[in-house]
Every structure is written in C-alpha cells, then in structure tokens.
C-alpha cells in the first residue's frame, strides 16, 4: 500500500491528531466536574457519619469497637468496588468500656455527669460508695506524706476547681470590664496557688494519682475543663486498681465545694470496664490500582482511632469520612486511575502516629513511589490551609492541581509555600520524615481545640456537612489530578527558615518507630 504525502493527507492526520488532544481534554476537564456533582447529588457523607459515630461508635486503640470500625471499613469499600483489608501491625492493651453511673448519695440524692477514663480499672461488682476529700495545703513533702494516710477509703478530688464555667468570650460579651479582668485575676492567682500546692506535695500531675492509689485511695475524681461550655477533656487513667473518673465542671465543683464546707459528700461510683488482654492492632487499607504507573501512588489520608469521651466525630471521623466519600467518588467517575490510589485509615494515631509510622517502615515501596499523600485530621470545618511542608517545588504541582478545583472552594484556602515540614501534628508527618511529599488539608477551626478535640462533645451533631463536602471533592479532584500528572514530584527540600524560639535554622525531622507494644503502665 502506497502511504500518501498529499497536502490533503497532512491535514487530515494533524486535524484528526488536534480532534484526539482536544477531546481528551475535554474529556479530562469534565472529571473535576463529575466529581463535584456526584459529591453534591449523591452524597454519602451522612450515611457514613451515622454508621461511624452512631452504630460502631468511640474507637479507642486496642477496644472491641475499634475493631468493628476497622470490619465496618473494609465492608463499605468492598459495596463501592474496592477491594480494602486490615493490616495488623502490632498489639495493645485491650480494654472495653462498659457501664458508668455516678450519684452522690449524701448529703443529697443526685445523678452527676460523668465517666470513666479510658483505661480505667473497673469498681468491684456493685460499685463503691466512699466520701469525697480534696487536696489539702501543705508546706512540704513532708506534710503531704503525713497527711496521706488520710485517702485511705475517699475518693480524692485532684483537679483545680474552677471559679466559673463560662468560656472567656462569654465573659467579654456580657460582662463589665472591671468584672472581667477581675475574674481573670482571680483565676490566674488560683491557678498559681495551685501548681505551687502541687508542687510542695512532691508529686506531678503525672505521678500524683499513683501515690494516692498507693496510700490506699479508693478512686481518683478529676475534671479537666476544656474553657468550652459543657466540654472536658478524655484521656487514659493512670492508675492500676482503682477507678479515675472525670465529672462534669458545674458537679465537680459542687462536690468540691461540699467537701470544703465540711459537709462530707458521699458518692457511688459503678465503673464497669473489662481487661482484655494484649489484642492486635490494624490499619484499614483500601487499593484502587493504577493503570499505567501501578507502582506510583497517591495516599487518602486519615487517622480511624478516637479518644472515647465522644463518639470521635471531628477527631477524626470527619476526615474518615472525607477519604472514604472521595474513595467512593473517584470509584465511580475515575475508576481506572493511572496511578495506584491507596486509602490509609490508621490506627492509634492518639497514642503518636504509631499505624502510620508502622506503615512506612512495612511498605517502603510506597513511600518510596509515592506522589503525594494528603491528610485531613483537624476538625469538621473546610480547608482553608495547604502548606508545601518545606518540599522546594511543592507549589509547581499543588498549583496546578488546585486549578482544576472549583473556585468556590479554593477561595477560602491560603497557602504556604516552601512552608515548614510537619513534626507530629498528625499521620501526614510520618511520611514527610521520610522525605516523602505528603500534605495536610487543615481545616477551618469551628472552636475545635476547645468544643471538640479531645473532649466529652465530640459527637456527630458536630459535624458541618457542607463543609466536610467540600474537602471530600478537594480531596478527589487533588487526587484525580495527582494521578493524571505526566510528571512525578519532586522531593527537593528546601532551606528551612529560622526557628524564632531557638534562633537556629530548623532541621528536617528523623523518621521515629512505632510503639508496637504499647497500652501498658
């Protein structure tokens, strides 16, 4: 067959050549499109919020809940097409939250608000009934060791009580300058007067539970007052035999200002909770693979774990369900990625990035192929700040992938480029120690650190959906976007800046192992 070189034969092949490029982008621009609109006509997020945070619920490291959680993810991967599994990578303290009731029983009758810490010994069969006591003041050491005695059998009070439980911005709203400043006064003398207390028993906040327990205390009553409106901090108790719980700011103080007017409060404490044992611990995995760089990967980046005050609705449940949402989109409208798409939902994250930090000392084939990682785990609110995390070029490939996001989100982001590499904030952190590109979506603050981190109130009401919509379709077109890139990223760092506190210039930060075996006092 003779091949023509006609005029006519050039400019059909450069015609029909200008068609193709032209219909693959045209094809290619209506992604982001698709994206947006099945994220906004067929949304999830709300489906998924109510099974997380209502039906499984709190998913502390090493509990039976946390172990539905991780069976709940890989089932609702496996109904959208994507094959997702549980690595294990090490053991924790198992222990399961069971019943809590608190009432003081004397000198009046009253249910209070209140719980066990995670982690907390479990009151004998029925509960106890003990008064309650406080701290006393003391000179010394050894004052304190002469008084110590007296905890045999009380419940000891051994959080500050607070002078009022209206957030300071209440307080500026309503009330005088002068009453303001004054309170404020009187909370930082009080706050003074009991560190130096604290310190004068030789004992830290850190050790003090234990003394007490070993003096024969028969519980620990704290309140850790998050400066929110009905919110407390939830942590772990430190103690081996006896139960810590936390009460409420307004009962708290009321006990304690019972037991300082000498009218000897009674309360009866039932903390049911089960030792389990050492139990494995997993990270949930989800794969789309890629097409045509397999061995190239984009990660969706989200921690699973919770502290259990809460359900763990915006710490993390809401950037959970932003890589899940976005897994869900990218399944149906992308479904052929050129390169592999890797949802990572990471256990104990709470405890220091221990499910992250395990993943990329497993699976150094994906740190080291991979594009870029982006993380959410700041809260319900939309994305408003994407740093370059001290990668030189960061803003060369974010760049020109933020173009294909709507307008109507990118507006509310700011950026920050070279930025600084992150420390440990959240999992994101684990792979830029390893040199790896890897992002956080941080997210607009909806009182976060004081409502909801960490706290009694972090519950699925929480949750702002328009906006967590918002960073599930960010999240998609970014990793559309990533995928599609003919070029891979750069992982040329840049000059850090100088550190205002040290004065010296800042260092990147060295990879830390996991806790592998961890959970135990």
Known sequence: MKISTSKDFWSSTLLGLFLSIFSLSAQDSDIPKAIEEEATANSQLEVLAHELMDLVGPRLVGSPQMDKAHEWAVETFASWGIEAQNEAWGTWRGWERGICHIDMVAPRVVSLHGRQLAWSPATPKGGITAEVITLPEVADSLAFAKWLPAVKGKLVCVSMPQITGRPDYNWEEFATEESFAKMKEMRDSLQDAWRANLRNTGYTWRTLNQGLEKAGAAGIVQSRWSNAFGANKIFSANTEQIPVIDLSLEDY???????????????????????????????????????????????????????????????????????????????????????????????????????????????????????ALFNQDNGTGRVVNLSGQGFLHAYEYLGRWMEAVPESITTHIETTFPGNPGRGGSDYASFVAMGAPAFSLSSLSWSYWNYTWHTNLDTYDKIVFDDVRNNAILTAILTYMASEDPEQTSREKAVLSINPRSGERREWPTPRSPNREGGMN
């Open 253 to 371: 103080g009321m006990v304690y200002r019972l037991s300082e007017s000498g009218k000897s409060p009674k309360l009866r404490v039932v903390a049911e909770s089960k030792e389990l044992g050492r139990v494995p611990t997993f990270n949930t995995i989800a794969t789309i693979p890629g097409t045509e760089l397999p061995d190239e990967y984009i990660v969706l980046s989200a921690h699973f774990d919770s502290w259990d005050g809460g359900t763990g609705a915006t710490d993390n449940g809401t950037g959970t369900i932003t890589m899940m949402e976005a897994a869900r989109i990218l399944k149906k409208v992308y479904p052929n990625p050129k390169r592999t798409i890797i949802i990572g939902l990471w256990g104990s994250e709470e405890q220091g990035l221990n499910g992250s930090r395990a993943y990329v000392e497993d699976h150094p084939e994906v740190v080291e192929g991979l594009q």
